[in-house]
C-alpha cells in the first residue's frame, strides 16, 4: 500500500491506471494561460486551501520516539559558514536527516562547490543522512547549460598565460557534476530526477532542481510541456518531494512586483501523488510553511530577498509507514 495514501485499497494496476487518468485529465491548460503564472493562480486560487502544516515542529522542541526529524534548508548560496549564517553546520537543529533544495552555490564556482561538499561532510556528525538537489545558480552542475553560458558568469580576463589556463582547465574540472558529487561526504545523496529511500523510516524522497524559466539561469525550463515532462518523472509513491521551484501559489511570490513564479504543473501533480511533504526554495522571499490540509508545502530559504543567510531551518517530524517492507522502488 503506498505510503502518501494509506485509505485506498486499490490494487496496484488500479492505482497505476487512476494515477495516470489523473495527471491527463490536469495536463492541458487554456492557451491563455499557459505560460502566465499570475493569470493561472487567479484562475484557481478560490479553490485552495491554506492551512498550518501538520508535520512543523519547533527547532527545540524533544524528540519524539519512533519519528524521523528532518531539517530542511535551501538557498545558502555559499554562505552556509559565514558568521551570521543560521545554518552553520555546529548549529544545525538536531535531527535525522538533513535535506537541501539547491542553490548552494552563487554561481556554481569550484570554490564553492568545494565548500558545500566539506558541509556536508560537516553535517554528516549529527545527521544519518544528507540529501541534496541543484538549483538554478548552481549553473556548473547542469553542464549543458553551463557549455553555452559560463562566460557570462566566469570571465576569463583577457586569454591569461598559460599558467592561468591550466589552472582554469584545472579549475572546470573541479566543477564537473561527477567531480562534485564524489566530493561529497559518503552519507550524502545527490538527487536529480531520482529517488533515495532514507535509512531511517523507509520514507521515499524524490528531487529534482528544475523550475520554470527564470532569468536566464541553469535548469530552467518552458513553462508547459518541459516542465511536465519532468514532473512526470516523479513517482507516485513519494513521500518527501524536494524540488528547488516552487509549485504555483506556495510560497512562490516574487518582490518587487508581488508576480508569482510557482509551477502550476508541479502543483497539480503534487495534488495527484500526494506527498506527505513538498520542500523546495528558489523564491527567497517566500519562505514560510503551509498545508492542504494533505501535503505540507516548506519554502526552506535560508537566505533573505536582501541575500543574508538569517531565515531559521524549518524542522519537521514523520511518523514511519506501518509496512516498512513496502517496496518502494
Not at 209 to 230: I, T, Y
Request: aromatic share 8%; glycine share 6%; net charge negative.
Amino acid at each position: 500500500m503506498s505510503a502518501f495514501d494509506d485509505s485506498t485499497s486499490l490494487g496496484e494496476e488500479e492505482v497505476s491506471s487512476t494515477f495516470e487518468e489523473q495527471l491527463y485529465a490536469q495536463r492541458l491548460l487554456p492557451p491563455d494561460l499557459e505560460s502566465n503564472p499570475d493569470l493561472q493562480w487567479r484562475d484557481i486560487c478560490k479553490t485552495e486551501t491554506f492551512l498550518p502544516a501538520k508535520y512543523l515542529i519547533s527547532p527545540g522542541e524533544g524528540r519524539t520516539r519512533g519519528k524521523v526529524r528532518f531539517v530542511a534548508i535551501s538557498d545558502t548560496h555559499g554562505l552556509h559558514d559565514k558568521p551570521v549564517s543560521s545554518v552553520k553546520a555546529s548549529l544545525l537543529p538536531e535531527g535525522d536527516v538533513l535535506l537541501h533544495a539547491g542553490d548552494f552555490t552563487n554561481v556554481g564556482s569550484a570554490k564553492d562547490l568545494a565548500n558545500f561538499a566539506a558541509f556536508t561532510r560537516a553535517c554528516e556528525e549529527h545527521f544519518s543522512e544528507v540529501i541534496v538537489i541543484a538549483g538554478n545558480h548552481d549553473i556548473s552542475l547542469d553542464p549543458a547549460f553551463y557549455k553555452r553560458n559560463k562566460e557570462r558568469f566566469h570571465h576569463c580576463k583577457q586569454q591569461q598565460q598559460e599558467q592561468e589556463q591550466e589552472q582554469e582547465q584545472e579549475q572546470q574540472q573541479q566543477q564537473q557534476p561527477e567531480h562534485f558529487i564524489n566530493s561529497l561526504g559518503p552519507n550524502t545523496v545527490y538527487l536529480e530526477d531520482s529517488s533515495h529511500i532514507t535509512k531511517l523510516g523507509n520514507f521515499k524522497c524524490f528531487g529534482s532542481p528544475w523550475q520554470p524559466e527564470f532569468g536566464g539561469w541553469a535548469f530552467n525550463l518552458n513553462r508547459g510541456d518541459s516542465c511536465r515532462a519532468k514532473w512526470d518523472l516523479i513517482p507516485h509513491n513519494t513521500d518527501i518531494l524536494l524540488t528547488h521551484g516552487p509549485p504555483l501559489g506556495r510560497g512562490d511570490l516574487c518582490l518587487p512586483h508581488n508576480n508569482r513564479a510557482g509551477c502550476v504543473d508541479l502543483l497539480n501533480v503534487v495534488k495527484t501523488i500526494k506527498p506527505k511533504v513538498h520542500v523546495f526554495g528558489h523564491i527567497h522571499e517566500g519562505a514560510g510553511c503551509s498545508s492542504d490540509g494533505v501535503t505540507d508545502y516548506i519554502n526552506a530559504s535560508t537566505c533573505t530577498f536582501s541575500y543574508r543567510p538569517t531565515n531559521a531551518p524549518v524542522v519537521f517530524d514523520l511518523v514511519p509507514s506501518m509496512n516498512e517492507d513496502e517496496d518502494k522502488e
